[in-house]
């Protein structure tokens, strides 16, 4: 049986959103999550990759 191929990428898509979510990662929008590690942070890091060493930090998530 062959998937098509947007059936499959969605699929990795939605696979990838649920691992985010799963690790703390609140959705904004399509493609587009929020991590408030530090409630009171006054300052957002926006990145394109989630990194362990931003631990503990407010970041927004762009495109992963």
Same mark, same amino acid.
């Given at each position: 049986?062959? @998937?098509?191929?947007?059936?499959?990428?969605?699929?990795?898509?939605? $696979?990838?959103?649920?691992?985010? &979510?799963?690790? /703390?990662?609140?959705? $904004? &929008?399509?493609?587009?999550?929020?991590?408030?590690?530090? =409630?009171?942070?006054?300052?957002?890091? @926006?990145? /394109? *990759? =989630?990194? @362990?060493?931003?631990?503990? *930090?407010? @970041?927004? $998530?762009?495109?992963?």
């Amino acid at each position: 049986m062959t @998937v098509q191929p947007d059936i499959e990428a969605d699929f990795w898509r939605e $696979l990838r959103e649920i691992e985010a &979510e799963a690790m /703390g990662w609140q959705p $904004l &929008e399509a493609g587009a999550w929020l991590h408030a590690g530090d =409630p009171n942070a006054t300052t957002v890091t @926006v990145v /394109g *990759q =989630p990194d @362990v060493a931003l631990t503990g *930090q407010a @970041v927004l $998530l762009l495109a992963y």
